[in-house]
Nanobody, 124 residues
């Protein structure tokens, strides 16, 4: 199975930018999709941006379209989330997630494998 490790979180001022990385290891050769989800206290986890691992379709939540960009480096088994114009409401724990199976990119339960999560805090 795949193991996922996030990096790059931290504290940033509103309007700033931050990029997250997720390194995948283990069984990566037949991944279907990887992406990013986030969770704020008291709320359910939401899919933010996901991508088919071999290329092609991506999904962005309406709340981050035009603001966040997901990218992949398949050679290094890494997926990135580039976040621009950050707002305090983007503050959350961000999770990298992956699935081997053909499934809707925007559904949380499509993803069976998760990283430990990384905190992103946007100050006003």
């Amino acid at each position: 199975q795949v193991q996922l490790v996030e990096s790059g979180g931290g504290l940033v001022q509103a309007g700033g930018s931050l990029s997250l990385s997720c390194a995948a290891s283990g069984r990566t050769f037949n991944l279907y999709a990887m992406g990013w989800l986030r969770q704020t206290p008291g709320k359910e986890r939401d899919v933010v941006a996901t991508s088919i691992w071999s290329g092609g379709s991506t999904y962005y939540a309406d709340s981050v379209k035009g603001q966040f960009t997901i990218s992949r480096d398949n050679a290094n088994n890494t997926v990135y989330l580039h976040m621009n114009s950050l707002k305090p409401e983007d503050t959350a724990v961000y999770y990298c997630a992956a699935t081997y199976y053909l499934s809707p990119l925007k559904r949380i339960n499509s993803y069976a494998y998760w990283g430990q999560g990384i905190q992103v805090t946007v100050s006003s």
